[in-house]
């Protein structure tokens, strides 16, 4: 390819809007936060015999998260508190957090999806969330990204949150210990979720609404969902615990 027309084709793709196929799992992102959800998951080993389990899952509600620039930050908030937010517009307000935390015979107590709900309309699409510094380009055609999570935990919160977290641990390197107590004893409390971490604390003119990450360490990906109308009705975090492709209802 000639250099004129490699350009023009990297400074398209950095330009180009990006929209990923919606998963084939999704429809899960609402069905498992309902209470009559219940399924079978296989938890074979590649090579054995098919071995079905029940699974089911407990909605854990975090309290409400308090946005108030309408910048929203999905990050790890002992690591990246100066994590971009995301592209997508949210309105400034309370919104709930809930977390879908498996029960069952396989992965008890880990979280499978984080979810905020902006509105009540139901979801009918779901797109790929990237924060505002992600673009597409040569060496990331797709635009891909996830969040990365290095201490276990995982957090949504506002951009304003972020900063003043960030100037707090700037000037007191011990500014965490209170949360890492404060998530850990509350994650005690509850029974369904061995080793649970949870926190909502308030910071700057908003606040922090942390939980633990699935399997922990990891880079998962977000998701924006839409109503009918086109409007942002919610957020969504999977933690990708399951192959969804082996649970039937």
């Known amino acids: 390819m000639r250099p004129r027309y490699a350009a023009l084709l990297i400074a398209a793709l950095a330009v180009t809007p990006v929209r ?33 389990v029940k699974i089911y899952f407990k909605v854990s509600d975090l309290g409400p998260l308090k946005v108030a620039t309408g910048k929203l930050v999905v990050a790890d908030p002992f690591v990246s508190t100066d994590q971009q937010p995301l592209a997508v517009d949210i309105p400034v307000g309370t919104f709930p957090v809930r977390l879908a935390v498996l029960q069952g015979a396989m992965g008890r107590g880990r979280v499978a999806f984080a979810r905020v709900d902006i509105s009540d309309r139901p979801v009918v699409r779901w797109d790929a969330a990237r924060p505002v510094d992600m673009h597409r380009d040569a060496e990331n055609p797709g635009g891909d990204w996830g969040v990365s999570v290095d201490s276990g935990v995982a957090a ?34 509850e029974k369904a979720a061995p080793g649970a971490f949870r926190l909502t604390v308030d910071i700057g003119p908003a606040n922090v609404v942390a939980f633990d990450a699935g399997w922990g360490e990891g880079i998962y990906a977000v998701y924006a969902g839409f109503d009918a109308d086109g409007r942002l009705a919610a957020l969504l975090t999977d933690f990708d615990i399951l192959d969804w492709s082996k649970v039937t209802e």
């Open 156 to 189: 949504y919160f506002d951009a304003s949150a972020g900063r003043a977290a960030t100037e707090a641990v700037a000037s007191d390197e011990t500014f965490f210990d209170s949360w890492l107590e404060t998530g850990q004893n509350a994650g005690i409390r």
């Open 20 to 52: 990923a196929a919606e998963p084939q799992h999704a429809h899960y992102f609402t069905r498992v936060f309902a209470p009559d959800f219940v399924a079978s998951a296989d938890d074979s080993l590649p090579g054995e015999k098919p071995r079905p």
